[in-house]
């Protein structure tokens, strides 16, 4: 048996070298080494005859054909209204959505604002011509047009609902609602090991808000526009803050689950999971001085569409008022539609402060940070998505 | 044989291709190999190779887009960076823990199940150590992450006793996974204890060898190809592993996260194969070494 | 060497925690799947029926246990073809790079899966420019399911010998028949015993399907990574797990008859 153990070892060399000079050449043609242009890409300018499916990448919740609780489907009426047959995969991250989107041509994708850009530069969504989609004149004026979802003047996509990123506590151990967010970042470690943050490079856009607030020194204007210097100041924060972390999140069941046994007593948190624990969990949210992070989605349409029409035709049904209503309310975020809080249950435009101007301009909306300072800044480069990546990574060591 | 006259009468061709291939080994070994291998070489090796060499390219940092640039950057980056090598120590470090927990506690089991169980017995117990596989892998470790809670059912066993849950943590991340891995490795140390003949045990007894002796100098060197099969599951799965730290290792990362984060929410396929080559070289150096033992024969 | 009555009863008694151990998770899920809570909170706050009803009424877990059995068996059929294959080879020939194929037909599953996900994929988008879906899955499960077959049939070929085949065929048989009546049925137990840890493996797969799996394949493992995200569905994920494991009792049960007491299944390879 051992003399049949010894490696020839030419052999596997061979096997080896064919199987390197094989693939070598196939990859070298079917890697693109260009540079792309998102200019190149032109919005339509009228629509044509629905074609006959569309495919759809969005977060969890947003596009529900009844397939996870038969009472919850607005895919359906879609289906028979336009003869698009859907077919929906959904994503837990942005990053995980970006891969997706590079893999598979989706002929819609619902983005939040750390991806749109990504994906608008990568070329894989087309320009949106608003003019096509009825539903977008109700949009809140506050919701178009923005940083995240147009590129000079360009829009490339319809919003479609928007939150922020909360500050959640357990009421037992904060006997008053805290007003800073230091008790997860400079007063963390008074409870060490029950902090939890939410698991995404884009989370450092947090640590840059408060800095914002507490070491004015440092210029940041904008947390989303951080050069070289205050990155590390964000980077130092949370580095501190990891000390004293119990686990970070990104899928909510496993916050809602800490929260509510009380493995977590305080850190970042949405609407919706607030929601989504039981009514005596004793957990509160608020909004801390410094201000909120948060998102505003867009349904974006694939630059490689096969689907175009459905796709447009998808995007003026999800904005209308009653799905838009449905769909945000299914979810736990604010609506873009100004009609849309006529049909969502009383009391739930309010705990979203949906259409609230103020409110929602107190929110520093996820957007892609890229080396062209956001903030108007020309005389340094921004520190940009891939850095933050980096950053990320070394923090959680 | 009178099933191969009547198959003779019956189709002369098959016979005569019969015949030819009994009569040249080349041939019919070709035969035999080329539809596996055409699989696992264009398939498996190729995309290997792909990968490997993905890691000395670069990536447009914005659009994610791989350049065909030669670069050794990655490579470096992942072989001095310090964030690199403690996760590599780390995940080393749990992978080995792991299996170390998986073969003291799969000894005894296998032992009971091969050699003191009735074979009714025995069967029901084969039965009980493969059921939970069916139970999903997330499920499972969502479920210790319930017992593990700080009011869970491991807190409540071991109050009593003064004891604590370890929590979410790399305690907690070793002990699911190698509750994850468990079946995989007494399977194997099993079978090995099944191949001990009875005989063999005996003779040694009425030698006059005590039991522990026994099992020292027989049995053990007889079962240690089935207990480095066995460990080549537990290390290698762990090793990979990037969902059960994140349900219950805290705020921990393995090389996995590492891997996985670079794919998906960096989009830099070059880092990630850079980083990919640490598990492919420790698994190599490993199977490099287990090999001399026959191991690889008793999977 | 005898085993006194009291070590046997210590060993007995360390299996019997050792399978405590290994169920209580599983007492947890079964418990679970009846909580009112829909985070899956411990201990739970009380106990429903809601949802093993609604369990049965979710198209998706339906729809992806479905998928997950098809892609199984289709890629389990193939890998006991092809681990059928190169264990003959294996274990009949000797032949030039024979270790080294035995290397290859262990790589697969001693590579971390989150390495081999991330190679397939890639060789399947950028170099082969083929859309993934439900055969690029089954493709991918197939390279890591072949060593259970293998490890199986060629322990029991090392163990039968070749001297009913050579029996055979001095007496004239060929080639097709030898295998057919000879070595076929003595490989029976061996395959299935393959066959049933391939399926398993493949069913229960999420890195490297993850990384595989096309715009709307979904299979089981992706169900429930995608709907426990979702607090309002995890419970129904414990029902289906439950379920799952009490049906594989058949399965296993049957395997065992046929293959009889003598043959262990060999672990997943």
Redesign the interface.
Known sequence: MNRSMTLRRSGVVIALAVATVASFTLTACGTSAGNPSSTGLKQATKLGKNEKTVSILAWPGYVEDGSNDPKVNWVKPFEDQTGCQVTSKVYGTSDEAFSLMKSSNYDVVAASGDLTLRLIASGQVAPVNTKLIPSYKNVYPFLKLKAWNSVDGQSYGIPHGYGANLLAYNTKDFATAPTSWDVVFDKSSANKGKVTAYDSPIYIADAAMYLMAHQPDLGIKNPYALDTKQLAAAVTLLKGQRANIGEYWSDYLKTTQSFETGDTVVGTTWQVIKNSMSAKTPVDVTVPSEGVTGWSDTWMIGAKSKSPNCAYAWLNYIASPKVNAQATEYFGEAPSNSEACKYVSAGDCEAYHAGDADYASKIWYWTTPIAKCLDGRTNVKCTDYSQWTTAWQEIKG | ?S???A?KMTNGS??RA??F??NH?RV??AL??S???F???L?????????L??AF?TV??????????WTLDNVITVLTGS?YQ??TLRTVGIALLVTVVDIV?AL??A???A??AS?RL??V????????????????A??????L?????FQWIVQPFGGNTP??GLPGAIIALS?LW????I??I??GL?RVPNSL??A??DLG?S?WR??RL?VLPLLWPAII??S??SF??T?????TI??V?????ML?N????????????PL??AI?LI??LI?FV???VV??T?A??S? | MKLSKSSRVVLGVVTGVILAVIYLPLLVVLINSFSTSRSLTWPPPGLTLEWWGRAFQSEGALDAILTSVQVAVVATLVSLVLGTLISIALQRYKFFGRDAVSLLVILPIALPGIITGIALNNAFRTILGIQLSVYTVIIAHVTFCIVTVFNNVIARLRRMGTNLEEASADLGAGIWTTFRLVTFPQLRSALLAGGLLAFALSFDEIIVTTFTAGNGVTTLPIWILQNLFRPSQAPIVNVIAVVLVVISIVPIYLAQRLAGAETVPRARG
């Not at chain 2, 398939?43 to 990968?51: F, M, Q, R, S």
């Not at chain 2, 117990?125 to 499972?140: E, F, G, H, N, Q």
């Not at chain 2, 809670?149 to 059912?153: P, V």
């Open positions: 044989m099933t191969e006259s198959e098959s016979h019969s015949v291939l009994h080994v019919r070994l035999l190999l539809a596996p291998l699989w696992l070489v398939v498996y090796i190729a995309a290997l190779v792909a990968l060499v993905t390219w447009d940092s914005f659009t994610g887009i791989v350049r065909t640039d964030l403690a996760v506690i005894p089991i032992f009971f199940m050699k003191v074979a025995q069967r117990l084969v039965i009980a150590v493969l059921m939970p596989l069916w139970a999903s892998y997330l499920v499972k969502y479920a210790w992450r319930s017992v809670s700080h009011d869970g059912i929590g979410y509750y468990l079946p995989y490795v399977l194997p099993y079978a099944e045990l005996e040694s007894g060898a039991t026994t099992l027989i099969a066995g080549i599951f290698s799965l090793l990979g592993d990037y969902i994140n349900i290792g805290g705020a921990n990362q996995g590492l891997v996985f984060t670079n794919v998906g929410a960096a989009n830099n396929l990630a194969s990919a598990p492919i698994i490993y199977l490099t090999r001399r026959g690889l024969n999977l």
